[in-house]
C-alpha cells in the first residue's frame, strides 16, 4: 500500500487566501485525522471521521477552518481566509477504526503563509 | 480534559540506555502509545501498552503503571539513528476516544 497520502507537501500562500489540504487514508481504513503541528503547541488534534462522518471537531480552531470528507478515500481541510498564525505542518492520519491502537501518518504538508 | 507531562530533551551517547517518562491525566483511560518523529517526517507508531507492564520490541521497551498515569519508553543500544522526537499518546474518552499527543521528547545522540 502506498500509505496516507497528502498533497501538497508545500504550500506558501499570502495572508486572505484559501488554502486547500489535501489527504487520501490507507485504503480499508475507516478512520481519518487531521493534525497541525507547531513548535509552540505540539501535535494537536484538529478533527477525525469515522466511516466518512465527523466525530469530533472540537479541536477546530475558528470557523475560518473546515473539513470534509466526502468519500472513504478523500478529505481536505480547508482554511478561508488564511492567517500567519496558520503557518504549521499540517498531518493527516488515518487508522483501521477509531479504537485501533495504531494511527498511520501522511508525509504532511508545511504551509507557510505570509 | 486530558494533559501529558514528558520531558522535552534528553542526550545520550551511542551504546547507551535512555528512558523517557510518560505522565498522563485523562477523563478515561484505554492505553498508552508512543511515537517517533525524525525531523522533517511524519510521527511513526512504536508501541502500545493497555495493560500494566512492559512490552519490549527489539531495542525499544514500553512500560504502563496504570495505577501511578505513568508509563516510559526504554531504548537500548542507542544508535545515532535513534535521534529524533518521541511522543507519548493517549486515547481519551472526552476526546471521542481519538489520541491526544503529548509535546514530544527530543532525544539527541552523540558519537
Known amino acids: 500500500d502506498a500509505g496516507v497520502i497528502q498533497s501538497p507537501r508545500h504550500e506558501v500562500t499570502e495572508m486572505g487566501q484559501e488554502v486547500t489540504l489535501r489527504c487520501k487514508p490507507i485504503s480499508g481504513h475507516n478512520s481519518l485525522f487531521w493534525y497541525r503541528q507547531t513548535m509552540m503547541r505540539g501535535l494537536e488534534l484538529l478533527i477525525y471521521f469515522n466511516n466518512n462522518v465527523p466525530i469530533d471537531d472540537s479541536g477546530m480552531p475558528e470557523d475560518r477552518f473546515s473539513a470534509k470528507m466526502p468519500n472513504a478515500s478523500f478529505s481536505t481541510l480547508k482554511i478561508q481566509p488564511s492567517e500567519p498564525r496558520d503557518s504549521a505542518v499540517y498531518f493527516c492520519?488515518?487508522?483501521?477504526?477509531?479504537?485501533?491502537?495504531?494511527?498511520?501518518f501522511g508525509p504532511g504538508t508545511r504551509l507557510t503563509v505570509l | 480534559g486530558q494533559s501529558l507531562e514528558q520531558p522535552s530533551e534528553v542526550t545520550a551517547v551511542e551504546g547507551a540506555i535512555v528512558q523517557i517518562n510518560c505522565t498522563y491525566q485523562?477523563?478515561?483511560?484505554?492505553?498508552l502509545s508512543w511515537y517517533q518523529q525524525h525531523d522533517g517526517g511524519a510521527p511513526t507508531f512504536l508501541s502500545y501498552?493497555?495493560?500494566?507492564g512492559l512490552e519490549e520490541t527489539g531495542r525499544f521497551s514500553s512500560f504502563l503503571s496504570r495505577s501511578d498515569s505513568y508509563g516510559y519508553l526504554l531504548l537500548q543500544e542507542l544508535q545515532m539513528k535513534d535521534s529524533a522526537s518521541y511522543f507519548c499518546a493517549v486515547r481519551d474518552q472526552q476526546a471521542g476516544t481519538a489520541l491526544i499527543f503529548g509535546k514530544g521528547t527530543t532525544l539527541s545522540v552523540s558519537s
Open positions: 485523562t477523563s478515561g483511560f484505554y492505553g
Open positions: 492520519a488515518s487508522s483501521l477504526d477509531r479504537v485501533s491502537d495504531t494511527q498511520y
Open positions: 501498552n493497555a495493560l500494566d
